[in-house]
């Protein structure tokens, strides 16, 4: 079945509204009518539910919850220096689908591309609108947050938030000696929440590797290859999921 976010709470008569672009997608484009069933998601939880009417709004009846667990145990955050192009589309749909949590754009120093205010509040909106459809394509409970683009230094204040930092730095690639990602994996069993940061095309510059160590980052190598900004989001994510689902 078809699934829907729907903003709120359950009411008591059990009966909810999908308008907008989901109420056309279920009545012009699934052409479901009075009687088929979707699934909703409501407040992080996933119901089967009937439709009542679909006429311009969508009027449904929720039902029972739905078990499945979905979501990835650990709650991480993809920190992504803004790379060239519409790779960063691409990484937020992957990346939704293989389970982050939230993304954090950043003005990396080696970042080529610049928003300006009225770019980023744009392009936010589209890659919010990206991860709503692959959260819903994957069947997720969750959407992930695309936060308004940070500077490196709104990035390390954000930072502190979080249980663990993980930094995936092509010089511990190089090195042999360096810190494999399996092994940082299995060191974030304790954590609840983890931030993923990864540079753009030219990699994170000396002046961030040291802020970040001050910041307490763990700093790792995922493999022996380098991967390019859109690859590594997903290697870690996939990593992630095989250790922990």
Not at 59 to 88: F, H, N, Q, R, Y
Request: proline share 4%; aromatic share 6%.
């Amino acid at each position: 079945m078809q699934r829907y976010f729907i903003e709120g709470n359950v009411p008591d008569n059990r009966r909810m509204t999908i308008t907008g672009d989901d109420a056309k997608h279920i009545a012009k484009v699934m052409r479901q009518t009075e009687g088929d069933r979707l699934i909703a998601v409501v407040g992080e939880a996933a119901y089967a539910a009937t439709i009542l009417s679909a006429e311009y709004d969508v009027e449904i009846e929720i039902g029972e919850p739905l078990d499945a667990v979905v979501e990835m145990p650990k709650k991480a955050t993809i920190a992504c220096g803004l790379p060239k192009g519409d790779k960063l589309d691409l990484i937020v749909q992957k990346a939704t689908e293989l389970g982050m949590h939230a993304m954090i754009p950043f003005a990396a120093e080696r970042s080529v591309v610049k928003w300006d205010a009225a770019k980023s509040e744009k392009k936010s909106a589209r890659l919010q609108k990206i991860a709503k459809e692959a959260a819903e394509q994957s069947h997720r409970t969750h959407i992930p947050h695309i936060h308004t683009i940070h500077s490196f230094k709104e990035l390390l204040a954000a930072a502190r938030k979080f249980d663990a930092i993980v930094v995936a730095y092509e010089e511990e690639a190089r090195d042999s000696a360096g810190t494999r990602f399996a092994e940082t994996v299995k060191s974030l069993y304790d954590k609840d929440s983890i931030l993923l940061v990864f540079g753009p095309e030219g990699g994170i510059s000396g002046s961030e590797v040291a802020l970040l160590k001050e910041a307490g980052a763990l700093f790792t190598s995922l493999g022996p290859r380098i991967l390019r900004t859109e690859t590594a989001p997903l290697y870690a994510l996939s990593a992630m999921s095989y250790e922990f689902e």
